[in-house]
């Protein structure tokens, strides 16, 4: 039987968060007629297998440290069993699940027609659809979004499959006694905090000395000390050499540090080594789209990829923000290009605040110090940081408190802010307000005529010496 053919003016492929967000303003907002494919569950990585099931995880374990602190603020809390994973999943999934039914039916809110199956590319105007009953559906479109966001990446070691990834995290139905995650990125990191505030022995393989390399030196110091001193195992300038099965769930790991060669049994071990696009059956060589050396769609700043009518946003790009609001702004804005009639519409990709919820959070907005120094020379960056004691941590023993710190990167004799790195609590709820000035061009004299909130740390960032 010949597949059915459709027709659209604009075709989506992923259901994620950037190819959602564009179908649903192009559709609903602009009347274009629009469908999206997704081939997995519909919100993508963000509300499957990324930051909502990981927010939610990191504050399970936020209470964990909560009840251990509470002691010290004459709580006695008891805890007459351990924390209960499995339940916690179960609740957690259902209402991701709940989440998937609310995006479908946002979409048919909007008009946007949904289509569940995988998707790849006929010629640069056409895609055939696999469906989930394995018939073909053709699609012609004027318009096509490559929206497919990316995958964990797996290392080259032997016995490699016998660990999980960030999206196997999700799906673990009991918490490991040891876990080994490998990486350095902010996925590795959470992860980690994670896993060590809810009570699994946990070691942070890293390649080289630090981990969060792409932020501010600072954080990569303080966050790497802090994760040293709460009793998480950091094992630098590691590698990998093999992973055996020691069967009933438990493995070992052969690895070398700067310590020299050693084994570790662990009953979970953790890639998070970093993200692939997820082009490989796309069909990219029917269109003429060019990838980068990574796979990356390349794009310029209005999100058009090499061939005409074929835009591409999010994770499968390389833009240096792997993150849902970009992916979100992005094909919103789009859409209010193709669709809106507002021709210079275009994401800002400077000065995008980004967050990691270690244990403590850390948020990062703008040009770390030492890209100051490049960008602007030494002589016109002016640098301001604190280290305090969050009054919360004043009934703590001295083994409990956790240091605050921050750093202001300005720039110029009238102290432009051009990056704010801050690692403390709240420092992922505190970062956005600011987020919000420093795109608006504010200088330190205006941080400084703000009247501080007292008592609060955030107001240590408005009385910077
Ligand atoms: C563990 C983890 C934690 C994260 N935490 C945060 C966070 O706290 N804050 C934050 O802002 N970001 C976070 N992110 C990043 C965020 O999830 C991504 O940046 C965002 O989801 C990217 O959106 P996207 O639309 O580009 O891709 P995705 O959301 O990945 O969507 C792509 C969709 O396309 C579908 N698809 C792929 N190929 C095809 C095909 N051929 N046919 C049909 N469908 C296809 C996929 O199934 C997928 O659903 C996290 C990511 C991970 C992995």
């Known amino acids: 039987m010949a597949p059915i053919q459709k027709e659209c003016d604009y075709l989506v492929i992923g259901g994620g968060s950037g190819g959602l967000a564009s179908a649903r303003r192009a559709s609903g907002m602009y009347g274009a007629k629009t469908i999206t494919i997704e081939s997995q569950r519909l919100g993508g990585t963000c509300v499957n297998v990324g930051c909502v099931p990981k927010k939610i995880t990191w504050n399970a374990a936020t209470i964990a440290e909560t009840i251990h602190e509470a002691k010290s603020y004459g709580f006695t809390v008891e805890q007459t069993k351990p924390f209960d994973w499995t339940t916690f999943k179960h609740k957690r999934d259902a209402y991701i699940k709940r989440l998937n039914g609310i995006y479908e039916s946002n979409l048919h809110k909007d008009k946007v027609e949904y289509i569940h199956g995988r998707a790849h590319f006929l010629s640069p105007k056409s895609v055939e659809v696999k469906l989930d009953d394995g018939t073909l559906q053709n699609i012609n479109a004027k318009k096509i979004l490559i929206a497919v966001g990316g995958h964990p990446s797996i290392p080259d070691v032997p016995g490699a499959e016998l660990g999980i990834d960030s999206d196997g995290f999700f799906e673990l139905e009991r918490q490991p006694k040891r876990v080994a995650i490998v990486g350095a990125g902010y996925i590795a990191v959470e992860m980690a905090g994670m896993f060590h505030h809810l009570g699994t022995e946990t070691h942070l393989f890293i390649r080289q000395d630090k981990f969060l390399r792409s932020f501010d030196p600072m954080i990569q110091d303080k966050v790497l000390e802090e994760y040293e001193r709460q009793g998480l195992h950091v094992h630098k300038r590691s590698s990998q050499q093999s992973v055996t099965d020691l069967g009933n769930g438990w493995k070992k790991l052969a690895y070398t540090d700067a310590g020299g060669k050693g084994e570790l049994e662990i009953d979970c071990l953790l890639w998070a080594i970093g993200r692939a696009p997820e082009v490989e059956d796309l069909g990219l060589d029917k269109t003429g789209v060019k990838l980068d050396k990574k796979g990356h769609v390349p794009v310029d700043e209005y999100q058009n990829t090499n061939v005409d009518n074929i835009y591409a946003l999010g994770d499968v790009c390389d833009r240096g923000f792997e993150l849902t609001p970009v992916a979100i702004a992005a094909g919103r804005r789009l859409s209010d290009r193709l669709f809106g009639g507002q021709s210079s519409a275009k994401l800002e990709y400077d000065d995008i605040p980004s967050v990691v919820f270690a244990h403590p959070e850390v948020g990062t907005i703008g040009l770390t110090e030492p890209a100051a120094r490049e960008k602007f020379g030494d002589e016109n960056v002016k640098c301001y940081n604190t280290t305090f004691m969050d009054l919360y941590f004043t009934m703590m023993d001295a083994d409990g408190k956790s240091p605050t710190n921050y750093k202001l990167v300005c720039v110029g004799k009238e102290e432009k802010v051009v990056g ?24 330190k004299k205006d941080f400084d005529r703000c009247v501080a909130i007292h008592p609060t740390s955030a107001e240590e960032l408005v009385t910077l010496k």
């Open 420 to 443: 704010l790195h801050i690692m403390g609590l709240g420092s992922s709820e505190i970062l956005q307000g600011f987020g919000v000035a420093i795109k608006m061009g504010a200088t």
